[in-house]
């Protein structure tokens, strides 16, 4: 999508502004999380940078879930009105979140989202979607899990009482287990904890 290069100015200024905004951060908090200097951001928001480079971006892209395309291009608020009313989860912010195939997800997993969605189509989730991918299932897991099936992940994170753990074995490949005790994952010959299983959508 080709815009003007003052259009792309006004959308990066007002999503960076909605961002602060609706994830209820100040300039401060926004710049320690995404890494962005509090002088380079005081310079966008005010006008003051006519073409922020694309580290910048990147790192805005990363702190919101999406591809640098959407925060140049797109606005946002809009986005998220659209989505809210047709959304059954009501106001929760969706994202885009990048779907990953299973033979590849031990490989990315630590890949920054915003270079994961650059690579991988995206699905949109609804909720809180730090650190969070998804899982386009290969391979039979668990015989719980067939080909097709996506399975939302919460990346390095251990799961609830009610949640599964994707977990990691040269054994075992990925699979999944209902322990949440971190020592538990070292006990299985050199497991590792991949996430926490938060949604699954079967096909």
Known sequence: ????????????????DYIIKS?????????????VTRATLYKILEGKVN????????????????????IENYDLAHI???ERTLSPDG???????????????????????????TQYPVTWYFGDTSNTVAL???NNINN?????????IKRNALPSKKQLALVYSPQKEIFLTSHGDP?????????????????????
């Open 1 to 16: 999508m080709k815009i003007s290069a003052s259009r792309r100015k006004d959308n990066i200024i007002n999503n960076i």
């Open 23 to 35: 994830r209820g951060e100040t300039k401060v908090s926004f710049s320690h999380r995404t890494g």
């Open 51 to 70: 073409n922020v480079q694309r580290s910048t971006i990147t790192r805005i892209a990363d702190f919101f879930g999406v591809s640098c395309e959407v």
């Open 80 to 82: 998220e009105t659209v």
């Open 91 to 117: 106001d929760k912010n969706p994202a885009a979140i990048p779907v990953i195939p299973q033979s590849a997800f031990l490989a990315s997993s630590e890949s920054r989202i915003g270079q994961l969605v």
């Open 136 to 138: 386009q299932v290969e």
């Open 144 to 152: 719980m899990f067939f080909p097709e099936d996506i399975l939302i």
């Open 183 to 203: 020592a538990t994952f070292d006990a299985e010959q050199d497991s590792i904890l991949l996430g926490a299983v938060i949604e699954e959508r079967i096909r």
